[in-house]
């Protein structure tokens, strides 16, 4: 008489692997989040900081705070689809733009909140202040 299938202690010996491998994959995994969450922001900000400077290129002037996203929306050819949503954002709000009209030509600031989902940077006289855990794509010369 032949025995089939699996005893009690082998089918435990296989779950027992199965947990431990888990539980490393699980260790090992979980910084990789953050890590492609920051990779992914980088990527969509430098995407719409071309659209804004191809637009500069095309009127010579930056565009607008209040609608910079039709702008670049509307502009023919257009420059950029959407405007994605910052996944930092507590309110799934799209990235942030910011212009400071004292200097010439201008100083943009692109950013995602970060982390804490909350704005600190600011921008001012060829200057970006305050950055903290904030993501920012600018084109200011200092940035402390």
Partial sequence: MS???FTILELL???GVVG???AVSIINLTGVKPEAIRAKVMADLRSIE???LTYEARHYVFPPVNGFESYLQNDTPRL???VPEDPWSPTNAKYQYDLDTTTTPGTYLLLSVGPDGSRTATVGSDVV???GDDVVVTNARQIQ
Avoid: E, F, P, Y
């Fill in 3 to 5: 025995k089939q299938g």
């Fill in 13 to 15: 010996i296989v779950i």
């Fill in 20 to 22: 431990i491998l888990a």
């Fill in 50 to 52: 071309a659209a804004v």
């Fill in 80 to 82: 950029l689809d959407r």
């Fill in 129 to 131: 202040n305050n950055v």
